[in-house]
């Protein structure tokens, strides 16, 4: 029913951190929704929830964090639609005339061990099987036959499912370091391919005349994107703590003809935008750079509006796929175990992103 945020992601286990939200969504009823979803629906027999049910699917208990309720409803309906490739259904014939579907779990040169579609391992040297593939297809079966009442009650029921572990409360010292001068890097050619800025920008639901600051603009590239996305009666404050990217974020801007932005020089610690005058704090590969974390998120605190928000994107120091160095990446675990105490809670997580950790907080 969904796909990993990474398999930097995938391979950390979570448990609880939010209550669970039991207001029906989008006209449909959790209660009810659960009942189908453990009954005639069948999904337990393949997915976990909290450690109870099937491991032949990815577990649930935080799908409610990852996907909205148009993607959650897509996947029900046809479950191949955002399908990652670690849930391919591998297809091994046996020379025998044995038709074997699951996922796979492990592989070599040689061998393949995969969970076939009744929960069971199967181990195969590859040498000794007729045939061997991958399709990119899911073994969850379309639930298109549901009303759409059915699917609004399993939509609003998974959308309640938020858990995550609890993170160390002790703090973890790291070496936070120098604020970054690549231009070259932030303007490379693979950037929208890696970023996919559009979908990005699309998840955070950015409305018209909303007030954001890019916190870390360097050389603009977010942040023409952001004073679009805001429209004439909004305004960006491109936020730097170096005059040299504040000049290079200008010049982006000026070559994209917009004049709703506006910029701020920081001194690190300090934001030095009005309390309560923003939306969104938008923090793109900066964060790791701040040289007082706590200090930073309480003025980032004080200048969120009632009900604003906190997005921070950050190279997953847990993928060995990062285009960045481990100084210039961080732990999901050391990015909740830093914001959190400041008064926030993640929201949602963004899991179409390759190689990055895309958090969305909101004050507690």
């Not at 046809?78 to 591998?90: A, K, L």
């Not at 980032?300 to 928000?309: D, E, F, H, I, S």
Request: with cysteine; net charge negative.
């Amino acid at each position: 029913m969904r796909s990993v945020i990474t398999a930097a992601i995938a391979a950390t286990c979570f448990t609880a951190i939010a209550a669970q939200d039991r207001s029906p969504i989008d006209g449909g009823d959790a209660s009810a929704g659960k009942s189908i979803f453990e009954s005639t629906g069948g999904c337990v027999s393949c997915h976990s929830v909290n450690r109870v049910g099937g491991i032949v699917g990815p577990d649930l208990s935080w799908i409610g964090i990852l996907r909205t309720p148009e993607s959650l409803r897509r996947s029900l309906v046809n479950p191949d639609d955002q399908i990652s490739r670690p849930y391919f259904t591998v297809v091994v014939d046996t020379h025998t005339g044995d038709r074997i579907h699951g996922v796979a779990l492990n592989e070599d040169d040689l061998s393949i061990q995969i969970r076939d579609a009744q929960g069971n391992l199967r181990s195969f040297i590859k040498g000794d099987l007729k045939d061997l593939r991958r399709e990119s297809r899911s073994l969850m079966p379309s639930y298109a036959s549901f009303s759409s009442t059915e699917l609004a009650h399993v939509v609003s029921y998974l959308r309640t499912l938020r858990t995550l572990d609890p993170v160390e409360a002790r703090e973890r010292p790291r070496d936070i370091p120098a604020a970054t001068e690549n231009a070259e890097f932030f303007d490379r050619p693979a950037r929208d391919r890696e970023d996919r800025p559009d979908e990005l920008l699309s998840a955070l639901e950015i409305t018209a005349g909303a007030t954001v600051a890019d916190i870390g603009s360097g050389t603009g590239y977010f942040t023409w994107r952001l004073a679009e996305q805001v429209g004439r009666r909004g305004r960006v404050y491109a936020v730097d703590i170096q005059e040299s990217m504040l000049e290079l974020t200008k010049a982006t801007v000026a070559r994209h003809d917009l004049r709703n932005v506006e910029y701020v020089l920081s001194d690190g610690n300090e934001l030095r935008l009005p309390e309560r005058s923003i939306d969104l704090a938008f923090i793109a590969y900066a964060y790791h750079e701040f040289a007082d974390p706590k200090a930073m998120m309480l003025t980032v605190r004080r200048a969120l509006k009632p009900g604003g928000r906190v997005f921070v994107l950050e190279y997953a120091q847990e993928s060995n796929r990062a285009p960045a160095s481990r100084l210039h990446s961080m732990r999901f675990d050391d990015i909740r175990r830093e914001i959190e105490p400041a008064g926030f809670q993640v929201v949602r997580l963004l899991d179409f992103l390759p190689v990055q950790h895309g958090v969305i907080f909101a004050m507690r």
